[in-house]
T-cell receptor, first 116, second 111 residues
Framework: DGGITQSPKYLFRKEGQNVTLSCEQNLNHDAMYWYRQDPGQGLRLIYYSQIVNDFQKGDIAEGYSVSREKKESFPLTVTSAQKNPTAFYLC???????????????FGEGSRLTVL | SQQGEEDPQALSIQEGENATMNCSYKTSINNLQWYRQNSGRGLVHLILIRSNEREKHSGRLRVTLDTSKKSSSLLITASRAADTASYFCATLNTNAGKSTFGDGTTLTVKP
């Protein structure tokens, strides 16, 4: 079945460590996104990519990095520079970023990161 | 900051009642979408309404859009316990190439 797969579902990290969250999609979507969700709050955009080998900062990019070497994959690295990384991270994709489609987002099941 | 703001933040109703959630936004949009999130899960797209539409229906869902007031509402009729979830509005601005989410309304439907 087509969809978006995020891994791991749960991740624990010690302070000072970098961690990478995986996001893979087999929907043949051009655009991919990373959101952060804190308890009881909405989604805040970290990074997004409209096409392979290109990505843009979202509203809260500091302390995060991404790559888009393949259309199917958009991994997110939470670096030690991120001061408060404990959160629920959601990856999403859309057919194309804007103009040519409705922007409907398809989400993965999320990765919960806890810093110990 | 989030463009969309949902109201109320939390809503508790009995099964069979209707649930209405509102969303306000600040800038021009191409469309507005509503998503549902079960606790600890990803978001699922429910319904989309374009900026030139005023009302849209899908099953037990009814969405309205008032671009002059920059607001939208989501009505769930004849609610069920399984409708318990958080509901988010998201606005798309194609110039920006991204959607912006509100903080959501948490709906609890009591059996």
């Amino acid at each position: 079945d087509g969809g978006i797969t995020q891994s791991p579902k749960y991740l624990f990290r010690k302070e000072g460590q970098n961690v990478t969250l995986s996001c893979e999609q087999n929907l043949n979507h051009d655009a991919m996104y990373w959101y952060r969700q804190d308890p009881g709050q909405g989604l805040r955009l970290i990074y997004y990519s409209q096409i392979v080998n290109d990505f843009q900062k979202g509203d809260i990019a500091e302390g995060y990095s991404v790559s888009r070497e393949k259309k199917e994959s958009f991994p997110l690295t939470v670096t030690s520079a991120q001061k408060n990384p404990t959160a629920f991270y959601l990856c999403a994709s859309s057919i194309s970023p804007s103009g040519r489609n409705t922007g409907e987002l398809f989400f993965g099941e999320g990765s919960r990161l806890t810093v110990l | 900051s989030q463009q969309g703001e949902e109201d109320p933040q939390a809503l508790s109703i009995q099964e069979g009642e209707n649930a209405t959630m509102n969303c306000s936004y600040k800038t021009s949009i191409n469309n507005l979408q509503w998503y549902r999130q079960n606790s600890g899960r990803g978001l699922v797209h429910l319904i989309l309404i374009r900026s030139n539409e005023r009302e849209k229906h899908s099953g037990r869902l009814r969405v309205t859009l008032d671009t002059s007031k920059k607001s939208s509402s989501l009505l769930i009729t004849a609610s069920r316990a399984a409708d318990t979830a958080s509901y988010f509005c998201a606005t798309l601005n194609t110039n920006a190439g991204k959607s912006t989410f509100g903080d959501g309304t948490t709906l609890t439907v009591k059996p």
